[in-house]
């Protein structure tokens, strides 16, 4: 299958810096790319689609000033938390969307840990 | 509008045993249905997928999961259980370029 890598897979950083975490489609170009969150024990959470050279769609009651998405090349989506919070510690991953004919797949990168002091 | 519903947030098997992980879905579309498996602080594997094949999906590590749309489910099962199972599995459903995850099952195997 496709490859997708996360950078970084763990990060810690201190309260009100921001953080950049890379998505990156290794063997494939990608249209569209996707980021979740998910909190422990839980489940993913849509947070974001991500479309090449254009604004990313926010889902409903996740802050687009505060979560900053790029996705500036068909194999590079960047996340952004801005002004990091202990309440914004969580795993996120991404995912890059494959179409082949009428079927799209998505493939998901391994996940960033972010911990914020 | 879709959705998916995993009936059993925990289930717990003996090593040897067979597994069953519930999963039911519904979807305005076409659905293509997956299931991806998470080990602790992991990202997430694929297991098997279902994009209107076949309806017995066979995937990776002996896991298999029948797409029944009379009964919209997609369960998956493995005939018998390993240590290495133990994880967290989800039931994803996409349609219409939208990602549904099930809340997640936790899989435990007892020795």
């Known amino acids: 299958g496709a490859v997708v890598s996360q950078h970084p897979s763990r990060v810690i950083c201190k309260s009100g810096t921001s953080v950049k975490i890379e998505c990156r489609s290794l063997?494939?170009?990608?249209?569209?790319m996707f980021w979740y969150r998910q909190f422990p024990k839980k489940s993913l959470m849509l947070m974001a689609t991500?479309?090449?050279?254009?604004?990313?769609?926010?889902e409903q009651g996740v802050e687009k000033d505060k979560f900053l998405i790029n996705h500036a090349s068909l194999t590079l989506s960047t996340l952004t938390v801005t002004s990091a919070h202990p309440e914004d510690s969580s795993f996120y991953i991404c995912?890059?969307?494959?179409?082949?004919?009428?079927?799209?797949?998505?493939?998901f990168g391994p996940g960033t840990r972010l911990t914020v002091l | 509008a879709q959705s998916v519903t995993q009936l059993d947030s925990h289930v717990s098997v003996s090593e040897g045993t067979p597994v069953l992980l519930r999963c039911n879905y519904s979807?305005?579309?076409?659905?293509?249905l997956f299931w991806y498996v998470q080990h602790p602080n992991k990202g997430l594997q694929l297991l098997l997928k279902?994009?209107?094949?076949?309806?017995l999906v066979k995937g990776i590590n002996g896991f298999e999961a029948e797409f029944k749309k009379s009964e919209t489910s997609f369960h998956l099962t493995k005939p018998s259980a390993h240590m290495s199972d133990a994880a967290e599995y989800f039931c994803?459903?996409?349609?219409?370029?939208?990602?549904?995850f099930g809340a997640g099952t936790r899989l435990f195997v007892k020795a």
């Open positions: 279902y994009t209107s094949a076949a309806t």
């Open positions: 991500s479309n090449e050279g254009s604004k990313a769609t926010y």
């Open positions: 063997d494939f170009q990608a249209t569209t």
């Open positions: 994803v459903v996409t349609g219409g370029f939208k990602t549904i």
């Open positions: 979807s305005s579309y076409s659905p293509s």
């Open positions: 995912s890059a969307s494959r179409v082949a004919g009428d079927q799209h797949e998505q493939f």
